[in-house]
């Protein structure tokens, strides 16, 4: 599935089935689950994705990514489609640092997408995100965007990529 149509289906799940995404739990399974396996992370394998880790003050963040040699290189938390993604902004932070090869943070109620990252302090996140997406009105620039996640791609230029939104990022 193209990343533009993958948009159309879960702005359509979500809106459809709206009660059922105010769970933090239904977010992250059936629509953020479902995004990364669209864009060729298979949640089911441990070396790729593994979900509640890792356990910080009785909490966890909702997952990781792996980079190939099975180190966190993104994390990511799901809230549900109501909750205000600005308020768990330091929520997230604290999780960012718990591992240092972690450079990216997605903080997503499937209505936005916040993306992190350490470009002012390496392994400190960033208080503002260097990219943002809001899915019932994304652009193309967005589907771009996304398409950088695709997990071959993100990993064999990982290091580029995380220049150019350095680059980009305004301090």
């Not at 864009?39 to 990781?64: L, M, R, Y």
């Not at 997503?108 to 995100?129: K, Q």
């Not at 990219?131 to 997990?151: M, N």
Request: net charge negative.
């Amino acid at each position: 599935m193209k990343v533009n149509d993958l948009i159309f289906h879960i702005n359509n799940k979500r809106d459809s089935y709206q009660r059922h995404f105010e769970s933090t739990k239904n977010v992250k399974i059936q629509l953020f689950g479902y995004l990364l396996k669209e864009i060729g992370w298979d949640i089911t394998k441990p070396f790729q994705c593994v979900f509640e880790f890792p356990e910080i003050e009785d909490k966890a963040a909702n997952g990781v990514l792996f980079n190939r040699h099975v180190e966190p290189i993104v994390m990511f938390e799901t809230k549900g489609i109501k909750e205000n993604l600005d308020k768990h902004i330091e929520q997230t932070k604290k999780f960012f640092c718990v591992e240092n090869s972690i450079k990216v943070a997605i903080l997503s109620n499937m209505v936005d997408i916040y993306f992190f990252s350490d470009f002012e302090t390496s392994g400190v996140m960033d208080e503002i995100p260097f990219y943002k997406i809001h899915l019932p009105s994304f652009t193309q620039k967005d589907v771009d965007f996304l398409e950088q996640f695709q997990r071959d791609y993100f990993l064999n230029h990982f290091q580029e990529l995380y220049a150019k939104w350095k680059e980009q990022y305004v301090f």
